[in-house]
């Protein structure tokens, strides 16, 4: 872990400990109450484990590397996105115009070429895979592959993009860690924001939010959530980030209530296609998406949040 900043190591480790601390408990429930069934919570605990692993690999070792890592994520995400809705027969030799977009957005974070990182697939591919459909003749439920096509690279690729766009942000910006501490900073607060607004809203909830899309989210929770974890960012900005005390505070309930949109948007989805979860590559999880849905929003608010105020 050569070259990497002491900040980074210490948020790392941090969150190792989290980790172990977490195994601890599960250990110790198990130990006391040995008939109930706590098998989801440790498989949950192993993928964080995974999860958090891979994710602190990404962040120490070699900056392209770090790309691909990002790029592979968006990939998968895609992928898992594009296995889920209803795709037509004609749009197949589309869909490689779509993961060819990937390396090429990602190719503009490498390059630090923000203009066209925020275009290239809002506008260029926007404009181009409608026109690739044109082209094959099948008019038959063109509006619907088009906007779902569309909508899938905006969530999967160009918002989870931003992490590598944070990640590459310009140490003059942030004394504290750089780009890498922006990043951990951010996936810190939107995971730990999902947990505070299920334990908040286990514990408290009696007023559904969105009964019809997410039943478990309640306002007790999301209040919560959006309290503690605004009051975590106030703790943790002056060691991970630029941000002052007011921008500290504006960060914490961007990213709180920027996490439940992302997350009840992902439900809506998923409720709509008739499925409970997007996959089951992490055990007690679910899929790549069901992970990233906070971020999918938190993601670019954060980003342009910071990128405005100190890049």
Known sequence: MLGVDPVVVRAIAGVLVLLVVASAIAWFLRRIRPRHDFRELVSR?????????????AMVLDRTISLAFFGLISFLALKEYLSLIPTRRADRRVLLWAYLSIPVQYLWIGYE?????????????????????????????????????????????????????????????????GGP???????????????????????????????????????????????????????????????????SLIAGVMISLGGF??????????????????????????????????????APLFFHFVYYTHG
Do not use: C
Not at 196 to 215: C, D, E, F, M, N
């Open 181 to 247: 501490a922006l990043v951990l900073f951010l996936v810190f607060l939107t995971q730990f924001n999902d947990v505070a607004q299920y334990i908040w809203g286990k514990s408290l909830g009696r007023h559904k939010v969105a009964p019809t899309v997410s039943p478990g989210k309640t306002l007790e929770g999301v209040l919560g959530g959006l309290a503690t974890t605004t009051v975590l960012a106030w703790l943790l900005a002056g060691y991970l980030t630029p941000l002052d005390t007011r921008e």
């Open 45 to 57: 605990i192993r993928s964080w484990w995974i999860m958090a692993g891979v994710f602190a690999l």
């Open 113 to 177: 070429w923000y203009g066209l990182f925020v275009i290239w697939i809002p506008v260029y591919a926007f404009l181009f895979l409608p026109l690739r459909m044109v082209l094959i003749g099948e008019t038959t439920g063109f509006l619907r592959a088009a906007g779902t096509l569309h909508w899938g690279l905006v969530t999967t690729v160009f918002s989870i993009s931003h992490l590598a766009a944070l990640l590459i942000f310009p140490d003059a910006g942030n004394p504290h860690g």
């Open 261 to 298: 949109i992302g997350d009840i948007v992902m439900s809506a989805l998923k409720r709509d296609l008739g499925v409970k979860d997007s996959g089951s590559m992490l055990p007690g999880h679910g899929g790549i998406l069901d992970r990233l849905d906070s971020l999918t929003y938190t």
